[in-house]
């Protein structure tokens, strides 16, 4: 009973997290009228009101596009426009896709190598008798692994095209591997998809986001990607319970009862009865995206393996819904009437006159940044000043008791300080010709996002963080490059386990935000009223908070932003 309530608790947790509103209204919107055009349904005018299925963040069926073959007497124009538009049908291997191929040439196409999101219709360009370009506007790639990067810019790509008769009809005999999709499209026919590892303490679930093609067999991609590791740039901040050289035994896992059938090779059993907890765990929150997937039953080579009781790790911890902030003369959780301190910490912070405050899980520690350095305040009462160094970035805390500093014109000065003063530089890639505008260490604290800024030129890294034996951070991996925000940066914060966000101000002061699924797309979260100076993360998008310089606390509220009533001198950050 207890292994079954742990799970429970598990799956619960996990199918709360944040879907991006934008995909789900995308779907809902495209199903809803798909559902009408079936019916032929007419909107109601009579009757009572009825009670419908609930809505949940989770999308219970996905667009099937059925596309057309080739049509006969087709120029090469319309073949290759054919072809391109037959990648949202992935039926039977992308049957009809083949259909625009010669005979030849239809059993060598990989339309599995990747994905290019292209932006409008593309252009036809005839090169000679029998060749073509075709030049897209690149939004976006996918990988065979199911990596999404963003093209920044927008990016022309050419495509090169070949051309055969056969039986007096025009088919390529030669086609790119993989599948072009337009930005609508491929928000219909792919899905994001979270792959979780674990922290070196095993403390939390850390989410490495993939996308998959909508499908049955989105399962089997899920679990083949967590059994092939990492991404390149995670790799060495996050581990696997999985024992190496583990993978499925059979060729998909099922799905039965709304339970995931996980059959794995031998290699599986050589993990204790702490690895099968982790391994679960691991399996359950990367299907926990999988409408139909509830549960998780593992198998090794056909036979079940006992899976314990045990303690579940953390998934996307959450904060103190209540902003903090430093307001009349108090640092505490602040109502629009009122700052509630915090016992052994408010006192001692604000004695520094701080310029920027971030405190700890436990409430316990606070990093504090001030203008005669950076500042470890424990809950005793103590403050001792761990960075000593000038023009110094607002600090951050990792919750294996690390303040993080770094000084603003020297980013590679990345130093983890131990609470007692103790300097562990961190050796990383990142340019050292540029200035570190705002960091920030992740909550489970494998990953910290930075905001550069060089001659007006900015860049927005997450970098994973490297620890050794004793977790003692000692490195930066290779920084991934997510799409910088447009205007002068200014902050940067985690919004939850997957995303962070960005505020930037424009030439005439205003405040623009965006946000950014690490690994998936970014979005646009609206300008709220005035210049802003700061913004922090909470619990999900609608958790965001933005500080301007007159002192007003701004949140999102529908399409908008909205004063909390709360006004502040400082806003902090809880982890």
């Given at each position: 009973m207890k292994e079954a309530t742990n799970e429970s608790a598990l799956s619960e947790r996990l199918r709360s997290r944040r879907l991006p509103l934008r995909r789900v209204r995308a779907v809902a919107v495209v199903a809803a009228v798909a559902v009408a055009l079936v019916g032929c349904a007419s909107i109601p005018s009579t009757g009572g009101v009825q009670t419908g299925d609930p809505i949940t963040s989770k999308v219970q069926s996905?667009?099937?596009?059925?596309?057309?073959?080739?049509?006969?007497g087709?120029?090469?124009e319309r073949i290759l426009r054919g072809f391109v538009a037959a990648g949202t049908g992935s039926q039977s291997d992308y049957a009809v896709a083949r259909e625009y191929l010669?005979?030849?040439f239809s059993k060598k196409w990989n339309p599995r190598a990747g994905v290019i999101v292209r932006q409008g219709s593309g252009t036809f360009r005839s090169v000679s008798d029998s060749q073509a370009t075709f030049t897209v506007q690149s939004a976006a790639t996918v990988d065979a692994e199911g990596h999404y990067t963003e093209s920044q810019p927008s990016t022309s790509t050419n495509l090169s095209f070949k051309f055969v008769k056969e039986s007096g009809q025009w088919r390529l005999s030669y086609a790119p591997d993989g599948i072009q999709l337009s930005t609508a499209n491929f928000d219909l026919v792919f899905r994001p998809h979270a792959v979780y590892f674990f922290d070196p303490t095993y403390s939390y679930l850390v989410p490495d986001q993939r996308w998959f093609l909508a499908r049955t067999s989105t399962t089997t991609r899920i679990v083949s990607a967590l059994l092939a590791g990492p991404s390149t740039w995670l790799r060495g901040a996050v581990v696997s319970a999985f024992p190496e050289g583990t993978q499925l035994s059979l060729d998909s896992v099922t799905v039965a009862s709304g339970t995931a059938k996980v059959d794995l090779s031998g290699d599986a059993l050589s993990a204790?009865?702490?690895a099968r907890i982790r391994m679960h765990a691991q399996l359950l929150a990367s299907l926990s995206t999988v409408a139909t997937v509830n549960a998780v039953d593992i198998n090794?080579?056909?036979?079940?393996?006992?899976?314990p009781s045990g303690s579940q790790p953390s998934v996307n911890p959450t904060v103190d819904a209540r902003p903090l902030v430093i307001a009349k003369g108090q640092f505490g959780f602040a109502s629009p009437t009122t700052v509630s301190p915090i016992p052994g910490l408010t006192k001692s912070v604000t004695s520094l006159k701080p310029t920027s405050v971030e405190l700890s899980t436990k409430q316990n520690v606070a990093a504090v940044g001030t203008a005669a350095g950076v500042y470890a305040v424990k809950d005793d009462g103590i403050a001792r000043k761990v960075d000593s160094r000038s023009d110094l970035a607002a600090p951050s805390l990792d919750d294996l008791g690390?303040?993080?500093?770094?000084?603003?014109?020297q980013p590679r000065s990345l130093t983890a300080f131990t609470l007692d003063g103790v300097a562990h530089p961190l050796t990383t890639s990142l340019p050292a010709d540029e200035s570190?505008?705002?960091?920030?260490?992740s909550r489970d604290g494998t990953r910290v996002v930075l905001l550069l800024n060089a001659d007006g030129t900015t860049k927005l890294l997450v970098a994973a963080v490297i620890r050794d034996s004793k977790h003692v951070p000692v490195k930066l991996g290779d920084p991934l490059e997510l799409t910088p925000p447009s205007g002068n940066p200014v902050a940067v914060t985690w919004v939850d386990e997957l995303t962070v966000a960005t505020?930037?101000?424009?030439?005439a002061g205003d405040s623009l935000v965006a946000e950014q699924d690490v690994g998936g797309e970014t979005t646009d979260l609206g300008r709220p009223t005035g210049t802003g100076v700061d913004i922090v993360g909470g619990n999900g998008a609608d958790r965001v908070r933005v500080l301007t310089a007159t002192g007003s606390l701004l949140e999102p509220r529908g399409n908008g932003w909205e004063d909390t009533g709360v006004s502040a001198d400082l806003l902090a950050t809880q982890r």
């Open positions: 996905d667009i099937e596009y059925l596309p057309s073959g080739p049509v006969a087709s120029d090469q010669s005979k030849s204790d009865s702490t090794v080579e056909g036979n079940a393996l006992s899976i690390y303040v993080w500093s770094a000084k603003v014109d570190l505008v705002a960091f920030k260490v505020l930037s101000t424009n030439d």
